[in-house]
C-alpha cells in the first residue's frame, strides 16, 4: 500500500485549488518519474493521440514530451470539481528545437482513488504558434512564483 497523496477526496474548493498546484508544481518541475509517482499504477490517460496506461508508459511519454517541448512553462486554474472529481483549464508555452514558440491551450478531466492517486486523466489540448515577443510565461524553470499571474489574470 503505498501512503496517501493528501489532499485527499471527496474535494472542498480550497482542496482541489491544493491539488490542482501541485500538479501545477510537479509539471513545471519538468521530472517525469516525479510526475509519473502521483498516478495510480493502473492510470490510464488520453493524451491527444496517445492512451498511455500505467505509470511507465506515463513516464515515457512525459520525457519524450519535454524532450521536445523545450523551455516548458504551465499554468493550471480550478475549472471544477465533485467528489472525487476535478476539471481543470491550462495553457502552457513552449519551443520546439527551431525556436518555434508554442502557447498550448486545453482542459482535463481528472477522477482520483481514495488514496489521491490520480486513476484517470483526459486531456484535450491544441497548440497555436506564438512569436516570442508573445510570451506571457517568464519565470525560471521550476514552480511558477506565487505572484506571477494566473490564467484568469492574464486573459487566457
Known amino acids: 500500500m503505498e501512503a496517501p497523496r493528501p489532499p485527499l477526496p471527496p474535494f472542498s474548493a480550497e482542496t482541489a485549488r491544493q491539488k490542482v498546484r501541485a500538479a501545477e508544481d510537479a509539471w513545471n518541475s519538468r521530472d517525469a518519474a516525479r510526475v509519473a509517482g502521483v498516478y495510480t499504477p493502473d492510470t490510464r490517460w488520453r493524451n491527444r493521440v496517445e492512451f498511455p496506461v500505467?505509470?511507465?508508459?506515463?513516464?515515457?511519454?512525459?520525457?519524450?514530451?519535454?524532450?521536445?517541448?523545450?523551455?516548458?512553462?504551465?499554468?493550471?486554474?480550478?475549472?471544477?470539481?465533485?467528489?472525487?472529481?476535478?476539471?481543470?483549464?491550462?495553457?502552457?508555452?513552449?519551443?520546439?528545437?527551431?525556436?518555434?514558440?508554442?502557447?498550448?491551450?486545453?482542459?482535463?478531466?481528472?477522477?482520483?482513488?481514495?488514496?489521491?492517486?490520480?486513476?484517470?486523466?483526459?486531456?484535450?489540448?491544441?497548440?497555436?504558434?506564438?512569436?516570442?515577443?508573445e510570451r506571457l510565461f517568464h519565470w525560471p524553470a521550476g514552480r511558477r512564483p506565487d505572484d506571477h499571474p494566473g490564467l484568469s489574470e492574464l486573459g487566457l
Open 54 to 133: 500505467g505509470r511507465a508508459e506515463v513516464q515515457a511519454f512525459l520525457e519524450r514530451k519535454w524532450a521536445r517541448e523545450l523551455d516548458y512553462r504551465l499554468i493550471k486554474e480550478l475549472w471544477v470539481h465533485e467528489a472525487n472529481r476535478i476539471a481543470v483549464r491550462f495553457a502552457y508555452e513552449w519551443h520546439d528545437d527551431s525556436g518555434q514558440w508554442f502557447r498550448s491551450y486545453g482542459n482535463e478531466n481528472w477522477e482520483f482513488d481514495a488514496h489521491g492517486y490520480m486513476q484517470r486523466r483526459y486531456a484535450s489540448i491544441n497548440d497555436r504558434p506564438i512569436a516570442a515577443a
